[in-house]
């Protein structure tokens, strides 16, 4: 039984890694419907059952760059986590949303480190994936404050940068991926990672124009800076609130 296991997580990580690098290498194109079409066949859905375990073998895949081979061995292993906390039972959301949720933040870090976009078909994704999921889960008004709490805090930080000078501080990506992030976690959540969000983002940015002597007007992946702050949040937050914030989640210590 553990080996049947085993071997179910790592097939179906196989699948689930194809199907993500497919749409982190389309969906940045301006031609991606037609290109999806090609992958997403009849055909291609029955040969799901051998072809990702065969992918890694072809002349196609070996004809790649190392990096873009580095991103299909990373997301096969975050594939496989999704599987593991799944069957062990830690998954942070109900499964079907445990898999789209990180999914779609997994492409959006993908996408952002090699084009410097994130689709919207991402974005607003998460932001409807979170909509729905707080509805059947009566979390809506936390749903809301979270994404209010996301619009708030970009809003004031593209004003301080404009007043700095910097013209285009965030991309629009970045806004909806907060948004999405607010509309799944909720306002609690949404707030610590936006602080870890922008303290790592402070400190990215300073490297790049102080340390690098890049243009104030360059532009860096902030997809990634904006995962590691929810991560962080995902694993902090009740610490943060029980401890600095008792009154929050009730979490008094009445000591004798």
């Known amino acids: 039984m ?12 196989f699948i689930l890694s194809y199907l993500i690098n497919i749409l982190v ?23 799901l059952f051998y072809y990702p375990l065969m992918y890694w073998f072809l002349k196609s895949f070996k ?25 062990l039972g830690y998954t942070l959301l109900t499964p079907w949303i445990h898999f789209i949720v990180f999914s779609i933040l997994t492409i959006s870090l993908f996408t952002d480190l090699e084009h410097q976009i994130i689709p919207n078909e991402m974005s607003f994704g998460l932001i409807f994936v979170g909509i729905g999921y707080s509805f059947f889960q009566s979390q809506m008004l936390n749903c809301f404050q979270g994404m209010g709490l996301a619009m708030i805090v970009f809003a004031l930080f593209s004003i301080i940068m404009m007043l700095f000078g910097q013209s285009h501080a965030f991309g629009a990506g970045d806004i909806k991926l907060c948004l999405g992030v607010g509309a799944v976690w909720g306002w609690q959540v949404t707030a610590i990672a936006l602080y870890f969000t922008f303290l790592i983002g402070g400190i990215v940015g300073f490297y790049f124009i102080f340390i690098k002597k890049k243009d104030k007007e360059s532009y860096y992946a902030f997809a990634p800076v904006i995962i590691l702050g929810l991560l962080v949040a995902l694993i902090y937050t009740d610490s943060i609130f029980d401890y600095y914030y008792p009154w929050v989640n009730h979490s008094f210590e009445i000591k004798k």
Not at 2 to 13: A, E, H, L, P
Not at 76 to 82: A, E, N
């Open 25 to 47: 290498t389309e969906l940045p194109l301006d031609d991606r419907y037609k290109k999806l079409k090609i992958h997403f066949t009849l055909s291609r859905f029955l040969s």
């Open 63 to 87: 004809a790649l760059s190392f990096w873009k081979k580095l991103r299909h061995g990373v997301v096969l292993l975050i594939s496989m986590v999704l599987f593991i906390t799944h069957v």
């Open 2 to 13: 553990f080996w049947f296991k085993i071997s179910t997580i790592i097939y179906f990580s």
